[in-house]
């Protein structure tokens, strides 16, 4: 039998930006964490997920959920079978990455979640879906429902996030790299940079998808997905 399947959100998500691949990938018995509680690190959020994890499994992460999903290589390597990185990056923190995230979360602290989402979540996603309002529901009572402390603890996780350069380079596992074409927070030369390091790690580009790529591109990351755990 096939690893069980776990799926590890990103910043301000939680399961719910898996749900269709909660469907379509059935057969691998996936699991994500509906969030990583009190977790204020990127190795306590990893800690948080194999303690509730299965023996061994599959590992799929998006965004944030990715550089946790790295950590959980690091400290668990021998449970890890396979590895997907989704919408992410592997490079410490930038000139004024800092200040932004500061700035909105001053946002969230004065103005309140409403206008914090109306900043952050838009840039998230294709162009073409900022004004769908249908589209956007389910994301921003995703995120609303998270909080502004959640976004604080995490905010300041990304931050202090740990170097990956050594976890990179001691992956042999099968390895799959996906980003949105329009990606505009993890574009996709990044994730080209990140494939040129992971020996036969496989690009897959997701079209006319921004960050969001489980939730915006669900038939075509099931499918990478798919493809990936029979590889």
């Known amino acids: 039998m096939p690893a069980p399947l776990v799926l590890l959100p990103g910043l301000m998500c939680d399961s719910r930006i898996w749900k269709s691949q909660f469907g379509a990938l059935a057969e691998a018995d996936p699991w994500s964490p509906h969030g990583y ?13 194999l303690n509730r994890a299965p023996r061994n499994f599959s590992l799929a992460g998006h965004s944030m959920g990715a550089r946790v999903a790295l950590e959980v290589v690091r ?15 592997v490079h410490p923190p930038k000139e004024g990455e800092a200040e932004k995230r500061l700035a909105l979360l001053k946002i969230a602290r004065e103005e309140g979640m409403d206008a914090f989402i109306d900043q952050w979540l838009p840039p998230m ?12 529901r389910p994301l921003r009572e995703m995120i609303l429902d998270a909080g502004v402390e959640t976004y604080e603890r995490q905010m300041r996780a990304l931050l202090e996030r740990p170097e990956t350069d050594d976890v990179i380079l001691s992956i042999r596992v099968p390895t799959l790299i996906g980003v949105g074409r329009e990606d505009e927070w993890s574009p996709v030369a990044q994730h080209e ?13 997701f079209e006319r ?5 489980p939730f915006e591109a669900p038939d075509a990351v099931n499918q990478s997905l798919q493809e990936w755990l029979s590889a």
């Open 37 to 49: 509680g009190d977790a204020d690190s990127i190795t306590l959020m990893a800690q948080y997920a």
């Open 193 to 205: 940079e990140i494939v040129s390091r992971i020996a036969g790690a496989r690009l897959v580009i």
């Open 125 to 136: 996603v294709h162009p073409d879906r900022r004004g769908d309002d249908e589209f956007m």
């Open 75 to 89: 400290l668990a390597p021998h449970r890890v079978e396979r590895l997907a990185l989704l919408d992410t990056g």
């Open 209 to 213: 998808c921004g960050h969001m790529a």
